[in-house]
């Protein structure tokens, strides 16, 4: 078993193991072995407090996601109204979560709120961020005899349905003139998908940032495509519309995303600090957490959600409704909500590099 197919097993499989190695087993395990959930709903452990005050946002978070840089950057000092904590696996419980009011918001990729507003769950889209797509990507193992994506016809590929991966998965097919018909998707989550790819039960994982460069390292995986120039970079923050409707928690929603990107300026500019941090809060090996920093995490750019990021968004929902992955076409634009867009720059706006000393540029 490899380093990191030990990193993901599902708590049930698991023998005891040391405090530093459950941490991140929690994060991204959450709704296995009979964790309590965020109030029942999508799979959500909760998790800490932070702040005080009367006014208490639910916040759904992923492995390493947003108390880790806010508390990293100092955005949780001072907090004049509480958080309360809630982890998941990945976007689409997160959203189920948000759309049973379990949830006030919580952060989630480009293609979740698709398949959420497809099922015309109680969602809004309520702030982006515009990253570079190289760790969203589709891995082979080192010796697979698999060179292109058009290969992959009558192939397996593990996938977690409705991800940012699926998305990126159905455009890179598209790009390389294939259908999701002329391969066979397995739908799994992260850690089921890591231990079929890691037994060579499946021919390639459609995966992102930091599962791409935990397995670039440690599972033997190299990268068959990336989503550059094929998906749109996006992820955002949903709210649940019940919180945006309270006045009160409305007030604290916004100064929660100045917060998040105020924390994101800080990653972009303390890579290595962020490294360092997201590492002992996730269980990554450092390299590792710093080759994620610098190829996804640290190059995110708070951007408007502007007509674009909209339209784009669209065009998701279009072609998943062309290849009857939802339901059938709906208007993506009710499920948004712009009032926290500020001067925030276009969605557009070029993500932020590291220079080839691995500094800010």
């Not at 996601?65 to 982890?87: K, M, N």
């Not at 698999?146 to 349905?161: D, M, N, Y």
């Amino acid at each position: 078993m490899t380093p990191l197919e030990r990193w993901a097993l599902p708590t049930p499989r698991r023998r005891f193991a040391p405090a530093a190695l459950l941490l991140p087993l929690v994060l991204l395990l959450a709704a296995c072995g009979g964790a309590p959930r965020a109030g029942g709903f999508g799979g959500g452990t909760r998790g800490g407090t932070d702040g005080k005050g009367p006014v208490t946002l639910n916040v759904g978070d992923q492995k390493g996601g947003s108390a880790a840089v806010l508390r990293a950057a100092g955005e949780l000092d001072d907090l004049p109204y509480r958080i309360q904590w809630s982890t998941f696996t990945s976007g689409p419980p997160l959203l189920e979560a948000v759309n049973a009011g379990a949830v006030d918001v919580g952060a989630v990729g480009n293609t979740p709120p698709v398949f959420a507003a497809a099922a015309h769950s109680k969602i809004k889209v309520v702030a982006a961020t515009h990253s570079a797509s190289a760790g969203e990507t589709i891995l082979v193992k080192k010796d697979s005899p698999l060179t292109r994506p058009a290969q992959l016809k009558g192939k397996s590929i593990a996938v977690a349905r409705g991800s940012s991966a699926h998305y990126q998965l159905v455009a890179s097919l598209k790009k390389a003139g294939l259908t999701p018909g002329d391969v066979t998707l397995d739908y799994l989550q992260p850690a089921d998908a890591l231990a079929a790819f890691s037994r060579g039960r499946v021919d390639a994982w459609a995966i992102w940032d930091p599962y791409t460069s935990q397995a670039l390292d440690q599972a033997d995986a190299r990268v068959l495509t990336t989503g550059e120039g094929v998906v749109n970079g996006l992820g955002f923050q949903v709210a649940a519309p019940a919180a945006l409707d309270d006045e009160k928690k409305s007030a604290a929603l916004k100064d929660y995303v100045d917060r998040l990107r105020r924390a994101q300026d800080w990653v972009h500019r303390h890579p290595d600090a962020w490294a360092k941090v997201w590492a002992e809060e996730t269980g990554l090996p450092r390299k590792v957490a710093l080759a994620a920093v610098k190829r996804t995490r640290g190059t995110a750019v708070t951007v408007a959600l502007d007509r674009a990021a909209v339209a784009s968004e669209q065009r998701m929902a279009d072609i998943f409704a062309e290849l009857r992955l939802i339901p059938g076409r709906f208007d993506f634009a009710p499920f948004v909500d712009t009032r926290f867009n500020g001067g925030l720059p276009p969605s557009s706006t070029a993500p932020r590099t590291y220079g080839t000393d691995g500094k800010a540029s």
